[in-house]
């Protein structure tokens, strides 16, 4: 089982979900300049984060089912942040609190190494999608995130995945089909 895994299990096993959400498509879980200390995990459906600037939304992360996902920068120094959290559609969360959160982290040496293997995973995924943006062709992006995410193509559609490759949906579509 994988230390994730076994993780949420604690978390079920010791009833420390604060709260279930339950959000329509397009329901924003999270807006610019708001506070956001919880963690979600995804029970169903599937959440985009972003950024707007005055253009456009630029999309930098995905959630969708069993995966962790909270506007981290809010989450960390609780303070308002830049992002947006918004369901993509009609999607179900289990919440906790970060003070729950973390003492759960702090109450093993255990919690604290799979708190430690997420955020590594979190940073290396972030660092490799930085380089990706930064120095990659569309093509190779597209086949990084593919290999990387295969779940993704799934569970998001394609206008969504192009804002995060940082490419036209047309360009996405014409790079799928060859």
């Given at each position: 089982m994988n230390p994730i895994t076994n993780f949420i299990e604690k978390i079920d096993q010791q009833n420390l979900w604060d709260n279930k959400?339950?959000?329509s498509r397009k329901e924003h879980l999270k807006?610019?300049?708001?506070i956001d200390t919880n963690l979600y995990f995804v029970i169903r459906g599937s959440l985009r984060i972003y950024v707007l600037d005055e253009f456009e939304e630029n999309i930098i992360r995905f959630?969708?089912?069993n995966n962790f996902i909270a506007s981290l920068d809010s989450f960390i120094t609780e303070k308002p942040s830049d992002l947006y959290i918004q369901a993509i559609k009609k999607?179900?969360?289990k919440v906790i609190k970060k003070t729950t959160f973390m003492n759960l982290i702090e109450s093993s040496e255990e919690n604290t190494k799979i708190w430690h293997i997420m955020l590594g995973d979190l940073i290396f995924q972030q660092m490799?999608?930085?380089?990706d943006i930064l120095t990659s062709s569309p093509i190779e992006r597209y086949k990084r995130v593919l290999?990387?995410?295969p779940q993704l193509f799934q569970e998001i559609p394609n206008k969504y995945i192009a804002s995060y490759l940082r490419m036209t949906p047309e360009t996405l579509s014409r790079i799928k089909k060859s």
């Open positions: 959400l339950e959000l807006v610019k300049g708001s959630g969708y089912k999607t179900e969360l490799e999608r930085e380089r290999a990387r995410s």
